[in-house]
Every structure is written in structure tokens, then in C-alpha cells.
């Protein structure tokens, strides 16, 4: 099992450094494609969870609008991103000011119309209204948090219009600056517990009756390590700015920037474990699937990392809007 883990992860690791620091419209073509997969995938396992609860959630409705939304960000980033249509800088703040906002409000509409519509062909309403909010639930909680990950990559998209030079920040390096930090606070969390749930006295539970094996020494781990990989990330890259046409330079993270960040998502990556956990326990499910080898499903790779993606996104905006 373990064998299995490390090779899993390991592979993980390779490719998304990989494809963070190749920067070609391939490497932003086939990241959309993964995450169009793992959005197949991930609906497929909380579908899954539902059904077990006695759910039917739209599997196919989920499947199909989740992924053409995350394919309509992707490729918005991808045009504007590496320059395949030429904007100006008028046209990039329309598009980035009204077009990711309208495309949004479509998708989020649509989701709730069809879902609605389709739920309540059901005899029994009252299971047509819980599939409906089900099937609301996993748009809410994956599809949108999954593009997220998708915008931090092509960021200029929400830059232009502030005057910035598209292609100028380094995109790449804050998406693996977002996984690596999240990850290591899983890591550091079970390492913690693990060892220190050893010594007599040292296993304080967190959440017994959802998830038995999180103890306070855990978050404390969680924290340490994503502080720890957060300054070493900075202190190998150096810091990660956005050159702007004005001249002036904003700093989306450097040394201090970072450690917030990271003491951000220690308790955002727990956060997000758990509610996982909520629904395997619902559903009295150990693992999401069995899709990476020694790891489980698609979910259980990602739990953390659906809280922490809009959390990035959205502190990355701040400092490029209210900081520069």
C-alpha cells in the first residue's frame, strides 16, 4: 500500500512540476484536458457517495456542463494567456471584466435549471428535491473549486485590465506553489500524528466521530510544514511578481506573502479533509474509488485542495487589486 502511495505521488509530483514550468499552449492544453478527466472522474465518485445515501443526483448533467465550464475557462486562459487571438488592452478588460462573469452565471443557471427539471420528473418529490440539492451540492463543492485551480494558472485573464502585461506573471509557479503548500499540510498532518500519537499521551483527537485518526498534534503539523515547504518554495524561485506596463512591479508572493498564505491552508486543507470524510461516513464508504493506485479515488487526491483552490484565487486578486 505504501509502495504504491509513493509511486502514485511521486508521479503526481513530476508532472504537475512539469507542466507548471513548461510554458507552452501544450502544457496549458493538456492541464485542461486533466482536469476535464479528474472532473469526470470526481463527479462519477460523489454521484457515488449520493447513491449510497439514497441519492440520485444528475450524474450525466454534472459530468457534461462541469466539464464543458471548465473547458470554457481553460481555453478563455489559453487564447489569452499565449497570445493565440491578439487582444487589446480595451478588449482583455471586457473580456475579463463581463465574459468569465456572464460564462459563469450561464453555467451556474443552467446547472440549476436542468438539475431541477430533471430531479423533479421523480414521483416522489421529496427525493426529487434532495437529488436537486445534491446534485447543486457537488456543483458548489467540485466543479466551480476545480476551475479555480484552472484560473490561478492563467491569471492574466484577471490582470489586463489593471494595466499589467499579459504573459507577465509567472502563472505556473503560483499553481505549484498552491498544490505543493496545500498537500504538505496533509502530510505534515498525518506525519505528526502518526509519530507523536506514539508517545504516551501525545494523541489529542480533533474530530472523533468523523474522522478518528485527526489530532490536534496533526494540525500542528499541518501548519509546520506548510510554513516550512512555503519559505523554502520562495527562497528556490525567488519572488514571484507581475511586471506592469506603467513600469511598476506587484509582488504576489515573496517571503512574508507566502507564510500567510500558508498559515491559511493548513486549517483550509483539514477543513477540507473532513468534508470528505463527512461523506464517506454518510455513505459508509472507506474510499472515494480506486483510480490511483495506494492513494484511492480522484476525491481522496483532491479533498484538500477544493477549499484551498478558491482561497488562492481570490488572495492572489487581492494583492493584484489592492496592493499594487
Not at 64 to 70: D, S, T
Not at 94 to 116: A, H, N
Not at 272 to 287: H, M, P, T, Y
Request: charged share 15%; hydrophobic share 50%.
Amino acid at each position: 500500500m505504501l509502495k504504491y502511495r509513493l509511486i502514485t505521488g511521486s508521479l503526481l509530483v513530476a508532472f504537475i512540476v512539469i507542466i507548471t514550468s513548461w510554458h507552452n499552449p501544450v502544457a496549458g492544453g493538456i492541464l485542461i484536458l486533466v482536469a476535464i478527466i479528474a472532473h469526470t472522474a470526481g463527479v462519477r465518485e460523489l454521484v457515488r457517495f449520493g447513491t449510497q445515501m439514497g441519492n440520485e443526483p444528475a450524474k450525466r448533467l454534472l459530468q457534461f456542463l462541469g466539464g464543458l465550464y471548465c473547458l470554457m475557462i481553460g481555453l478563455a486562459g489559453l487564447v489569452t494567456h499565449y497570445g493565440l487571438i491578439e487582444l487589446d488592452s480595451s478588449e482583455v478588460l471586457k473580456f475579463e471584466s463581463i465574459d468569465i462573469i456572464i460564462v459563469s452565471g450561464i453555467f451556474i443557471t443552467l446547472f440549476m435549471l436542468i438539475g431541477f427539471l430533471l430531479s423533479f420528473q421523480k414521483s416522489d418529490h421529496k427525493k426529487g428535491l434532495l437529488s436537486f440539492l445534491y446534485t447543486i451540492a457537488i456543483m458548489c463543492y467540485f466543479s466551480l473549486p476545480l476551475a479555480c485551480l484552472l484560473q490561478i494558472f492563467f491569471i492574466e485573464i484577471h490582470t489586463a485590465n489593471l494595466g499589467f502585461e499579459v504573459g507577465a506573471a509567472v502563472p505556473g509557479q503560483l499553481l505549484l506553489f498552491s498544490i505543493l503548500v496545500t498537500k504538505s499540510s496533509d502530510i505534515g498532518g498525518y506525519t505528526f500524528g502518526k509519530v507523536l500519537s506514539m508517545r504516551k499521551g501525545g494523541n489529542h483527537k480533533l474530530c472523533p466521530t468523523l474522522s478518528p485518526g485527526k489530532s490536534k498534534e496533526g494540525l500542528f503539523g499541518s501548519f509546520i510544514f506548510s510554513v516550512l515547504v512555503a519559505i523554502g518554495f520562495i527562497s528556490t524561485t525567488g519572488d514571484i511578481t507581475l511586471t506592469a506596463s506603467h513600469g511598476n512591479d506587484i509582488i504576489l508572493l515573496n517571503t512574508s506573502r507566502a507564510i500567510l498564505l500558508g498559515l491559511i491552508l493548513a486549517p483550509i486543507a483539514l477543513i477540507g479533509d473532513l468534508i470528505e470524510s463527512v461523506f464517506k461516513r454518510a455513505s459508509q464508504l472507506k474510499d472515494s474509488g480506486s483510480a490511483l493506485p495506494g492513494m484511492g479515488g480522484v476525491m481522496d487526491l483532491l479533498d484538500s485542495l477544493l477549499l484551498a483552490a478558491p482561497i488562492c484565487l481570490v488572495y492572489f486578486l487581492i494583492i493584484i487589486r489592492y496592493f499594487n
